[in-house]
């Protein structure tokens, strides 16, 4: 986008509200007209013959712009990833402990990360702890759905469940 002496074009299509009247104008008499209003010659269309241009307040115009990018940023969706963790021998009290936590996590629009734990021999068990993830989806299917099934990673078994959308 050029402004004021960057634009080469000898004649110019004004448009804008704080103009006498929208039209084409020579070049010089366009930046004449914004000097007179202490503003600024902004090109808007430089595809266009002749290139379209506006008298504004360049420096207000790239705040806004800025302001605008920043408020659009704020209100993207933000993914929160809450992590429940268990033990190949998780007894039931401790798993409806951790299934309640993950139904309000779900609830709230946040992604569940299960994960199993296996420590020193306890991978040999690497099936129980499968089960136990595959009980546990089951368990919030009416609250999320599993974005991925149970997958071993090193020492650990994860598994993603994502909340349903509210309609």
């Given at each position: 986008m050029n402004i004021n002496e960057e634009i080469t074009a000898p004649q110019v299509r004004l448009v804008g509200d704080n103009i006498p009247e929208p039209g084409i104008y020579p070049i010089s008499k366009a930046?004449?007209?914004a000097d007179e209003l202490e503003l600024d010659l902004v090109e808007i269309s430089a595809k266009a013959v002749p290139p379209v241009c506006k008298i504004l307040d360049y420096q207000k115009y790239?705040?806004?712009?800025?302001?605008?990018?920043?408020?659009?940023?704020?209100?993207?969706?933000?993914?929160?990833?809450?992590?429940?963790?268990?033990?190949?021998?998780?007894?039931?009290h401790d798993f409806n402990f951790k299934l309640k936590?993950?139904?309000?996590?779900?609830?709230?629009?946040?992604?569940?990360?299960?994960?199993?734990?296996?420590?020193?021999?306890?991978?040999?068990y690497s099936e129980q702890?499968?089960?136990l993830l595959l009980k546990f989806a089951l368990e919030l299917e009416e609250y999320g759905r599993a974005e991925q099934m149970p997958k071993l990673e090193g020492k650990r078994m994860i598994m993603m469940i994502a909340p349903i959308k509210k309609k």
């Open positions: 930046m004449a007209l790239l705040y806004q712009q800025r302001k605008k990018a920043k408020e659009m940023k704020n209100n993207a969706a933000k993914v929160v990833i809450k992590e429940i963790r268990f033990g190949p021998n998780t007894d039931d936590h993950a139904q309000e996590f779900l609830q709230d629009g946040d992604k569940v990360k299960a994960s199993v734990f296996f420590k020193g021999r306890s991978i040999l702890g499968e089960k």
